[in-house]
C-alpha cells in the first residue's frame, strides 16, 4: 500500500497578483550555504549556550543530558541534535532572533 503523495503544480505563464510576493532574487541555496551552516553549527549553538546559560552544568540541567554533552556543545565541540534544538526553539522566544542575528553577522 503506498502513501499519498503530495503534487505540487506550478504556472509561470500567471504573473502574481500580489505586490511584494514575486520571487525572492536569490534562491536559499545563494543565501545560505548549508555545508557551511554545518560546519559552524557547533560554533553557533555554543554562543547561544554562552548567552542563555551561566554554565554548562544549566545547560545540562535544562536540556536532560549529561554534564559531559552540555560541555562538548559549550565548547562547540559538538553541535546539539534535533530534538534538543526543537526544545530550545520552542522554550526561548528569542532562540530564532538570536540564531537570524548571528547568521546575518556572518554573512556580513
Known amino acids: ?22 520571487p525572492d532574487p536569490a534562491s ?5 550555504d548549508p555545508y557551511a551552516l ?3 553549527a557547533a560554533d553557533l549553538w555554543s554562543a547561544y549556550f554562552h548567552a542563555r546559560f551561566h554554565s ?8 536532560d543530558v549529561s554534564f559531559q554533552t552540555a560541555l562538548n556543545w559549550w565548547g562547540a565541540t559538538t ?6 534544538a ?10 530564532a532572533a538570536f540564531f537570524r542575528q548571528e547568521l546575518k553577522g556572518a554573512a556580513a
Not at 503523495?5 to 497578483?17: G, H, M
Not at 526543537?86 to 532562540?95: E, F, R, W
Open 1 to 22: 500500500m503506498s502513501r499519498p503523495r503530495l503534487t505540487l503544480i506550478v504556472n509561470n505563464d500567471v504573473p502574481c497578483a500580489e505586490p511584494g510576493t514575486g
Open 28 to 32: 536559499w541555496s545563494n543565501r545560505l
Open 38 to 40: 554545518k560546519a559552524h
Open 56 to 63: 554548562p552544568r544549566e545547560v545540562a540541567l535544562f536540556c
Open 79 to 84: 553541535a546539539p541534535t534535533s530534538h534538543i
Open 86 to 95: 526543537l526544545l530550545m526553539i520552542l522554550s526561548d522566544p528569542g532562540a
